[in-house]
């Protein structure tokens, strides 16, 4: 099995900066990429950022120059550091990752969430 645990979450005000972090354990053999989606209330889970074993990003158009995804593939940790904070950023926070883990009868895929982490952006 593999785990997720988010941290960094809290109250900021709009204009302000948080760091989240997302740490993975477990049987862990590969990890292939992890992202950040992110649940407003009333709306659908949406992805907010990505990043691939090899570096490539991706983020949704409102985020772009304001939030900033990095992998730490020795450590199987995600982050996001976002900045410029806006109450539409409103949400709960989730790391989700995807890769292969060992298992007692050989490697299988895994595609995992986080419990989430709270931001909440407001004066």
């Known amino acids: 099995q593999v785990q997720l645990v988010e941290s960094g979450g809290g109250l900021v005000q709009p204009g302000g900066s948080l760091r989240l972090s997302c740490a993975a354990s477990g049987s862990i053999f590969r990890i292939n990429a992890m992202a950040w989606y992110r649940q407003a209330p009333g709306k659908e889970r949406e992805l907010v950022a990505s990043?691939?074993?090899?570096?490539?990003?991706n983020y949704t158009d409102s985020v772009k120059a304001r939030f900033t995804i990095s992998m730490d593939n020795a450590k199987n940790t995600v982050t996001l550091q976002m900045n410029s904070l806006k109450p539409e950023d409103t949400a709960v926070y989730f790391c989700?990752?995807?890769?292969?883990?060992?298992?007692?009868?050989?490697?299988?895929?895994?595609?995992?969430w986080g419990q989430g982490t709270q931001v909440t952006v407001s004066s």
């Open positions: 990043i691939t074993r090899g570096d490539i990003t």
């Open positions: 989700n990752a995807g890769g292969f883990r060992g298992d007692p009868s050989g490697m299988r895929a895994f595609n995992t």
